[in-house]
């Protein structure tokens, strides 16, 4: 008769939409959905603000950042954290591993009797801390008990080194143990077999060599130690004198 009542059905259908070339319709609702961000997306993000943030930095700006650095747990054991000291227009930067107990309290790299010894090997070489010379560590904080300091110490320490070392623009650079050899070349060092090779940081000629702390205990070494010394010097006469091509 007709008066029956028509149904018409509202929810699309089960099969996807075809446009007028008869494909599969390209809406955002038929294309597969993005991954979602993870953590470590976050974590890195975040991680590359803040070095690029420091790559900015100036002195002051730095210092104040150091000293208020909560990025790794070394913060939560230190008395205060140690930049470094020395002209900051220097010739030489000598980069150790981490502040020991006296550093910790005084707030300077090399006040103990490592660093007394490093005073008498800058002597021996005609130097003297402060006078063309810059002294760092490789990280900022003490580790509890002197231990050697955790890769993710030295990786949150890192850019704080790598602006340093920008701003001091050094003609060389002598790296103080195992340590800090590991994290100026990111790789893996071997003291002895890293001694009297031609390593390069950003264009800087850089030495490796036994730190002090290693020496008092080792003072057999002190004589190769010294050989290192004169290699770097010729390393740095090698950067003065034009006639020479550059390193790479």
Request: glycine share 8%.
């Amino acid at each position: 008769m007709g008066l029956a009542p028509i149904y018409v059905r509202r929810d699309p259908p089960d099969e996807p939409m075809r446009d007028m070339a008869g494909e599969h319709s390209t809406s955002p609702a038929a294309r597969p959905s993005e991954p979602a961000a993870t953590p470590d997306d976050f974590s890195a993000a975040a991680e590359g603000s803040r070095r690029r943030m420091i790559a900015a930095m100036g002195w002051d700006e730095l210092s104040e950042a150091v000293a208020n650095c909560r990025a790794c747990r070394l913060c939560e054991q230190r008395k205060q954290a140690v930049l470094g000291v020395g002209d900051r227009k220097p010739q030489w930067l000598f980069v150790g591993e981490g502040p020991g107990a006296e550093e910790d309290a005084r707030g300077e790299p090399f006040v103990g009797q490592a660093g007394k010894l490093l005073d008498a090997m800058l002597a021996a070489i005609g130097l003297r801390r402060g006078e063309g010379v810059y002294i760092a560590n490789a990280v900022k904080c003490r580790p509890p008990g002197n231990r050697t300091p955790e890769a993710s110490e030295t990786a949150a320490c890192l850019p704080y080194l790598e602006r340093q070392i920008d701003l001091l623009a050094p003609r060389i650079i002598v790296a103080l143990g195992r340590p800090a050899a590991q994290t100026l070349l990111n790789t893996e060092i071997k003291i002895a077999a890293a001694r009297g090779r031609d390593f390069v940081y950003r264009g800087v000629p850089l030495v490796v060599t036994y730190h002090p702390a290693y020496l008092l205990r080792n003072l057999p070494d002190k004589v190769r130690a010294w050989e290192d010394l004169l290699f770097a010097r010729q390393q740095l006469a090698r950067v003065r004198d034009p006639k020479n091509k550059p390193l790479t």
